[in-house]
């Protein structure tokens, strides 16, 4: 069973910083894509930011509202996306997600696996 743990939410002040993590583990053969979304109750699920895999060149996506002030990386030799979060507002308060395209030991198709989500507030 594969699954995707993210950490690294908490309160901040607002012109704060802050970086999340998210860590994939089980029988992984290779990991594609990975993503943060984020999420305020009562609203829709939104996209933060895209990295490709390392094979493709890492290539990097961003909302455009937030790009500039958030910043997406990967280690994949840890399974590993991270996101470094900076000048944040009290607009950026959220459960943030992580998602990632992963293909399992001997299965041909990769499956959209979901984190349980990391809460951050920013206080103003």
């Known amino acids: 069973q594969v699954q995707l743990v993210e950490s690294g939410g908490g309160l901040v002040q607002a012109g704060g910083s802050l970086r999340l993590s998210c860590v994939a583990s089980?029988?992984?053969?290779?990991?594609?894509?990975m993503r943060w979304y984020r999420q305020v109750p009562g609203k829709e699920r939104e996209f933060v930011a895209y990295?490709?895999?390392?094979?493709?060149?890492?290539?990097?996506n961003y909302a455009v509202s937030l790009k500039g002030r958030f910043t997406i990386s990967r280690d994949d030799a840890k399974n590993a996306a991270y996101l470094q979060m900076s000048s944040l507002k009290p607009e950026d308060t959220a459960v943030y997600y992580c998602?990632?395209?992963?293909?399992?030991?001997?299965?041909?198709?990769?499956?959209?696996?979901w984190g349980q989500g990391t809460p951050v507030t920013v206080s103003a």
């Open positions: 990295i490709s895999s390392g094979a493709t060149g890492s290539a990097k």
């Open positions: 089980g029988s992984i053969f290779k990991i594609d894509g």
């Open positions: 998602n990632a395209d992963i293909f399992t030991v001997g299965v041909s198709e990769h499956r959209v696996v």
